[in-house]
């Protein structure tokens, strides 16, 4: 017979055990840049993102790689494509993949821990979760864009930063968009007040900075078709365009508008206003990208008809930062015109010039550059100074050079420069890297990852609300 005392006695037990278990101290790997210190699991690869992080190699990072993950073709797809990298004949990787298969994958990996950095890139609604239970772990993470995708999953992100400084890691997302040429410029150029003066304030109907992005669902990755699984299209599982391509371009207003300053999401950002609205895909054109026949169950929601369905990927979010106004757009449609891909348009306004990169097939669908005078009256002036402190320019970017235009000015970039966007994921994974040996992040990092998810995920709550 269970007495009273006993059960008290066990509850006290159990109780115990939690504090102690909560209280443990997780043992962290200390980097110091030595060959193959940093070991690679890559957790549940559904995204393409994944596999760039490993085309190409790092001496500090080991060869071997655990991969857990379900079953099916996301997964084989992800090693696949590792592995034309590893066959491919110039630079091939030599990565070694051992992968773990299973719908325990992730207690597996927690409980084997055979790496120290997890790389996620993959189901959004999964994500964020998948985020703060590896962080309480120990584990380090790098993680693809974005890390929520709604207000609830913000809280969770929110909480799993605090895990991870509680717990000695580091998590930090995949911000390519950094390391694109024309951004790097505009941002340069926006640092030499001569040329560009101080930053416009802007209002809602004329922002300061506005940033638009066009993306297309059927593309090529790698040199290949992209395979996008099914649930892609289901915003539940993916995210909204609103809250996916445009954290991209909320971090290139904070990194260029705010460069190295700590943003508080409490008290510097207000939303105005924002809205959504979908791109029909027809069952065809589903198929040609996902490989696969007919629509799954789960996007019942979205059908329109029989053989269409409405994703919401468009998005656009008004807003100030800092009492700056800017606008940020997201767009998407099935399939570019021949010649072209994803484009990007930025315009900051300052008020000595305005920086404009276009992306359209007048550039030959290549980001360019442009600085235009804010006063045309005064272009003469105007041009002494930009000649002469552009050259600051020159000489930290060798053979950057300036083109007169009618009424403004062309950014020359020599094609070095150009590395292209997949390029990108690797010196993204390099700066990671060196984090890991500093054992820290610049201080304004963290703070303003959760100033741009509250951007984001704000910005879906509002657009919702509005309709």
Known sequence: ?????????????????????????????????????????????????AYLVQKDMYEQVDPTVHVYAPEGPEVENHLAMIESYNQREENPTSWNQVVYT???????????????????????????????????????????KPMAINPENFELLREAFESAERNNVLLYDIMTERYEITSILQKEIMNLPAIFGQLETGSPDDPAVIKESVHYFFKYVSGQILRRPPWYFDVRQQGEGIVDVTTHLVDLIQWSCFPEKVINYETDIEMISASRWPTPITESQFESITRTTGFPSYLNDYIEHDTVINVYANGEMNYSLN??????????????????????????????????????????????????????ANIDDFEKVLLREFQKIGENYPGVELKKLEGSWEVNVPDVYDV???????????KYLQFLIDGRMPEWEVPNMISKYYTT???????KESE
């Open 323 to 376: 009492g700056i106004h800017a606008r940020v757009i997201v767009k998407w449609g099935y399939r570019a015109p021949e010649g072209a891909g994803d484009t990007h348009y930025s315009l900051t306004r300052g008020t000595n010039a305005r920086l404009i990169i276009r992306q359209g097939e007048e550039q030959n669908f290549k980001p360019v550059l442009y600085i235009e005078p804010s006063d045309p």
């Open 102 to 144: 299973g719908d325990d994958y992730l207690e597996r990996m927690i409980s084997e821990r055979k790496g120290n950095v997890v790389v996620l890139a993959g189901n959004n609604r999964r994500k964020t979760t998948y985020i703060k239970r590896v962080v309480d772990e120990g584990f380090n993470v790098l993680s693809d």
């Open 1 to 49: 017979m269970v007495t009273r005392s006993l059960v008290l006695k066990i509850i006290c037990i159990m109780m115990l055990l939690s504090f102690f278990n909560s209280c443990r101290e997780i043992e962290t790997t200390r980097f110091t840049g030595e060959p193959g210190e940093v070991k690679l699991i890559t957790l549940a690869p559904g995204h393409f993102h």
């Open 457 to 463: 995920t704000k910005a879906l709550e509002m657009a």
């Open 420 to 430: 292209g966007h997949e390029a990108h994921f690797a010196q993204v994974t390099e």
